[in-house]
Each structure stands twice: as structure tokens, then as C-alpha cells.
């Protein structure tokens, strides 16, 4: 069986966090003094040229992930910046001012949901206790004022693998524009952009891309680009950048209309290297490993301890456990066993990736006094 932990950076201890920060590839630090530091100093263009091809670099890498255009892709700072430009780019539509979202969705999508009452948007949440993964509540949630709805593939707090592609046909029936959140699955879950259709589509390569903070994106369906006039602009939105004619603003044909002003760099670098790496190996190897190492997990412990979906269709990355008036005890074991892992009111996440191992899950197992 081919493995893959050698080509990432050693850990000390047991490393179960990419639902958070995924660990840098071996390469990561040639790749910034590749395509970052070494431009800089050799001062080609004032290193703008090898700089931007790193950047083209990086959309490439996300549509080859995503099954997308380059052209549809954008480099964003984070998701909240990302939905900001979305949501301001489209007037309000006649007879529809709701956006529709979940309470277990991210907090800080809901926040920039908040931000666009300015707008004249108002907020509905489909509540916790309903059962996202069931299309007949979403059914229920996207009625005719709904304008548009916020789909997040993977729940943070509960790792449920949401069917997108049957949420998003479904609201664009309806006539529901779709904000589609994969920062939970993107590298973890195969996508395919091509098939799911969103209308637009968030992301980030800190998680399980392994790419670092920073480098998030924007995809944008094709359709949708020449329709959208985002107001959070810059000189790198413009159809010609290096134009310089202060009087006269044309938005880039793409989805770069979406980009704003002089962008960074270093985490492009890093994150198209990172993704190069994730696309030769492959997201479908990546979760046949993650769920193996799930699986082995959940024969091992209690089922009345697992806040995860049982079943893999329905179930991301990451195991969420909960051990009610033994947590803090067995969360105390697992610290003592030098292992990394993170906590939220549902419980505690566990999240095995490429560079974790069956010895290491046995011995996490271990720790949490089971069988």
C-alpha cells in the first residue's frame, strides 16, 4: 500500500486537526523561496511577473481540484470576504429579500448574512434541531422569498456530509441563487463542481488542502460572472490592470472582476503548491484513508458517544465524539498522550489525514477507555 506521510512536515505527537490547520507539505518551504522570495530578490519586474504566474498557478490548481474553469476561479482572503463580494454584487431581486441559512452553518458566514440587512435582506435560519441531510427540510425552507441560501457541504460542528448537488438543483428550481461552503470538505471530499452547479462556491486551503491562511477562493458559475458588478473593487479587477486610465473602470470578463486590489502572494505560493500536491495524489485516495481510520475508530468506541453521521455517505472528514461526565477525563487522557485534537460543544474532533496512520488511531483508541 503506497503511503504518503513522508511528504509532509514530522509532527511531535498525533496530529488530528486538519479540520483546522492541515499540515504543510515537505515542500512548502521551497515552493515560498521558488516563487515568493526568490522573484523578490532577483527583482524581475520587481518580481510581478514570476509573482503573478504563481497566483495563475493557484487558480489552475483549484479548477483541476474542482472540475471547474480557471476562469471561474478567483483568489479570495477568506470565505467572509468572498460572500461580502457576492452578496453586494447583485441587486436585491423584486419579491425576495431573505437569505436562507442554517444554525449550524459557520458563525461567520451568518455574520456577513447580518451585515447585508444594510442591503435590505433579511435572515432565516433553518433551525438546528431540523435535519439538514433530509432535501424535503430544505424543501420546506426555500420558499418564493428566499433569495439566496447558503449550502455548507460539511457541518463543522458535526462533520454531516450534506447532498449538495440535489440541495442546490432544488433551490435552482426554485429560483434560489446558491452560496456553496465547501472550507470543510474541499480536499477531504471529492468535488465536482461541473456536476453540483452552484451558483457560486467559498472555499479555503488552510484545512485539508494543507496550503496555509490566507489563500482562499471564489468560483464563480459561468453564467453568472457577466450578471455580477461586485462593489469591493480594485486595480485587479479591472479588464486591463495595467491600463492606468484613472476615468474609466471595465470589469475583468472572469471571475477576477471579484479580486480588488494589489493582492499577496505568499499564500498562493504556498497553496499551489500544496493543492499540486493534493491533485497528484488525489481527494478520492484522501478519503478512502480518512474514512478507514474513522471506521476503525467508531467500531472501537461507544456508539452513544459519536455526535458524526454513522453512515460514510453522509459524513465528512472529520469524527465528532462527546463522552458526557467522562469528557473532560478523556480529554485529559488524550492530552497526556500528546495528542491534537479540538473541542466544541458537540464534543471533541478528530480529523485523520494522509500523514496519520493506523498505529497512531490505535493508540488515540487507547486513550479513550473503550472495549
Not at 491533485?279 to 480518512?290: F, P, Y
Request: glycine residues 8%.
Amino acid at each position: 500500500m503506497t503511503t504518503y506521510a513522508d511528504q509532509f512536515a514530522a509532527f511531535d505527537g498525533i496530529y488530528l486537526l486538519s479540520h483546522s490547520v492541515g499540515r504543510p507539505p515537505i515542500s512548502a518551504a521551497d515552493a515560498i523561496n521558488r516563487d515568493f522570495i526568490a522573484p523578490w530578490i532577483e527583482g524581475q519586474a520587481g518580481g510581478w511577473t514570476s509573482w503573478l504566474a504563481s497566483i495563475d498557478r493557484f487558480r489552475a490548481a483549484v479548477a483541476g481540484l474542482l472540475n471547474t474553469a480557471t476562469a471561474a476561479v478567483c483568489p479570495q482572503v477568506n470565505l467572509s470576504g468572498a460572500m461580502t463580494k457576492v452578496l453586494g454584487s447583485l441587486p436585491r431581486p423584486e419579491r425576495r429579500s431573505t437569505l436562507l441559512l442554517s444554525e449550524d452553518d459557520f458563525p461567520s458566514m451568518a455574520f456577513v448574512m447580518q451585515q447585508a440587512q444594510s442591503l435590505g435582506y433579511q435572515l432565516k435560519f433553518i433551525p438546528a434541531e431540523e435535519n439538514t441531510l433530509d432535501t424535503d427540510v430544505w424543501r420546506r425552507y426555500l420558499t418564493d422569498e428566499v433569495a439566496f441560501t447558503l449550502v455548507t457541504h460539511v457541518h463543522s460542528n458535526s462533520s454531516r456530509l450534506h447532498p449538495a448537488r440535489e440541495i442546490i438543483h432544488l433551490a435552482r428550481d426554485r429560483g434560489v441563487k446558491t452560496i456553496f461552503d465547501i472550507a470543510q470538505s474541499v480536499g477531504a471530499v471529492p468535488i465536482d463542481l461541473e456536476a453540483i452547479d452552484p451558483d457560486f462556491t467559498v472555499g479555503s486551503c488552510v484545512k485539508w488542502l494543507c496550503g496555509g491562511p490566507g489563500a482562499g477562493f471564489l468560483c464563480v458559475r459561468a453564467d453568472m460572472i457577466p450578471r455580477c458588478q461586485p462593489t469591493d473593487v480594485g486595480w485587479f479587477s479591472h479588464e486591463d490592470p495595467f491600463e492606468f486610465d484613472i476615468h474609466h473602470f471595465r470589469y475583468a470578463p472572469d471571475a477576477l472582476r471579484f479580486w480588488g486590489g494589489t493582492p499577496s502572494v505568499a499564500p498562493y505560493a504556498l497553496a499551489a503548491n500544496s493543492i499540486g500536491l493534493i491533485n497528484d495524489i488525489g481527494v478520492d485516495v484522501i478519503r478512502a484513508h480518512n474514512q478507514q481510520l474513522i471506521q476503525h475508530m467508531i467500531d472501537a468506541v461507544d456508539p452513544v458517544t459519536i455526535r458524526s453521521p454513522l453512515e460514510p455517505a453522509t459524513r465528512g472528514g472529520t469524527l465528532v465524539l462527546h463522552f458526557g461526565e467522562q469528557h473532560k477525563h478523556i480529554t485529559g487522557r488524550l492530552e497526556r498522550a500528546n495528542v491534537h485534537f479540538d473541542s466544541r460543544a458537540t464534543g471533541i474532533r478528530l480529523s485523520p489525514h494522509l500523514y496519520n496512520d493506523m498505529l497512531e488511531i490505535n493508540t488515540v483508541i487507547e486513550r479513550l477507555f473503550v472495549n
